[in-house]
């Protein structure tokens, strides 16, 4: 029996399809219809595809690979150098349409935001309807495709909008969401990254149905804090609200190495990686920051952090290496193994620079 719940919120992700790509084919004619990567360098010689045009996806080619594979995936590839102020521009107008049919908007990047429609500002009646609405008006407006997921909570509705890429609309209803998590594979859960979807297959967990197996103390035991927010996401729970006008303090990436680390080769390998993550992250916010700091929680839970500030922004990956590295580098190590590091870039361009220096850890 199924039982209707008019607490029930409606919430709606929206991602925009191969976003900077999609962009520069409106843009340039030329490009419709062709293998584009939207980043590297042309003939391959370096530099990393920020995304590529569905037609270079059919060959393999994806966010984050090196320009190099992807010329020898897609020969014919067009590499196409990125625009990032008409992307925020873009950003911008979309942000615009959504306006128009709730207040509850959360930015997640440029390209994508949650949207709380439960109060339904124009009264159009349901929120799938209110997605068909502004999937519309992105196409008639800005002759751009997004793709919406629709359901009652955060975690549910942006899987959705995964689901039936590009262009896609789906909604997953409370009645469905159970048997769907049962069989979400753990790397799809919020939260999981890489290293912890490692650990839980190592453990013999695969999909949410073993996950759910697990009791609370159990789940905090191995994955600490984030185990009773796994509990609670396994079994449809997600309480978490739509923040609006929430601003980007930090990005930071940071990891809790399975074994404590002693060697410094070992360390600058940990500081390039979680460089990596935070740039590309920063570079999807479409922002610049003047502060990178980096994280050292030593093996007896010791803490620290140090900071470095620059007179101008920036948004590249050498100045967060290789700060990150010179941090590392002048603080006095002693003979203390490393349980944890962590990256993160705060006082972005065009924000106040808060007075304590704290930073909110994302994960
Ligand atoms: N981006 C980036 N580096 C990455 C991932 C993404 O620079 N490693 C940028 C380029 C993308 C934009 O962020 O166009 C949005 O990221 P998405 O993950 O939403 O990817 P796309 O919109 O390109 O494709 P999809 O249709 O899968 O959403
Ligand atoms: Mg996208």
Redesign the pocket.
């Known amino acids: 029996m199924t039982v209707k719940n008019p607490s029930y919120r409606k919430i709606i992700h929206i991602?925009?399809?191969?976003?900077?790509?999609?962009v520069e084919q409106r843009d340039n004619p030329a490009y419709r219809g062709k293998p584009i990567a939207?980043?590297g360098s042309p003939q391959g010689r370096g530099g990393?595809?920020?995304?590529?045009s569905?037609e270079a996806r059919k060959f393999g080619v994806r966010?984050?690979m090196p320009s190099k594979k992807a010329l020898e995936l897609c020969p014919d590839v067009i590499f196409v150098g990125?625009r990032f102020e008409v992307?925020k521009a873009v950003s911008t107008q979309i942000r615009n349409i959504f306006e128009r049919y709730t207040d509850l908007i959360e930015p997640l990047?440029?390209?994508?935001a949650f949207l709380d429609v439960t109060e339904d500002k124009q009264q159009i009646g349901s929120a799938i309807d209110i997605a068909k609405a502004i999937k519309q008006a992105i196409r008639n407006e800005l002759q751009l495709t997004a793709?919406a997921g629709v359901s009652i909570n955060k975690f549910i509705a942006k899987i959705a909008s995964?689901m039936n890429?590009?262009d896609g609309l789906t909604f997953i209803g409370p009645s469905r969401i159970q048997s769907f998590i049962d069989d979400l594979g753990v790397e799809k859960f919020f939260g999981v990254g890489k290293v912890t979807a490692e650990k839980m297959k190592r453990m013999g967990l695969h999909t949410g149905a073993d996950l759910k197996k697990l009791s609370e103390p159990e789940l905090v035991r191995h994955f600490g804090k984030a185990g009773k927010f796994y509990y609670n996401i396994v079994r449809g729970i997600d309480e978490r609200q739509v923040q609006p006008h929430r601003e980007t303090k930090s990005i930071s990436a940071e990891d809790t190495f399975a074994y404590d680390l002693k060697d410094l080769d070992e360390m600058h390998d940990a500081v390039d990686t979680l460089s990596q993550i935070v740039y590309?992250r920063v570079?999807?916010h479409g922002l610049k920051g003047r502060t990178v700091t980096l994280k050292i929680k030593f093996h007896d839970f010791k803490q620290i952090t140090r900071s470095q500030s620059f007179p101008q922004p920036f948004a590249d990956l050498e100045t967060i290496r290789t700060t990150g590295r010179k941090l590392l580098g002048s603080t006095d190590l002693e003979e203390k193994r490393i349980r944890l590091l962590g990256i993160g870039v705060s006082n972005f361009e065009g924000q106040v620079e808060t007075s304590d220096g704290q930073l909110r850890i994302e994960y």
């Not at 990047?109 to 994508?112: A, P």
């Open positions: 991602d925009m399809d191969a976003f900077y790509a999609s939207v980043g990393v595809v920020a995304t590529a569905y966010s984050a990125p992307y990047s440029l390209d994508e793709s995964d890429k590009p590309e570079r999807r």
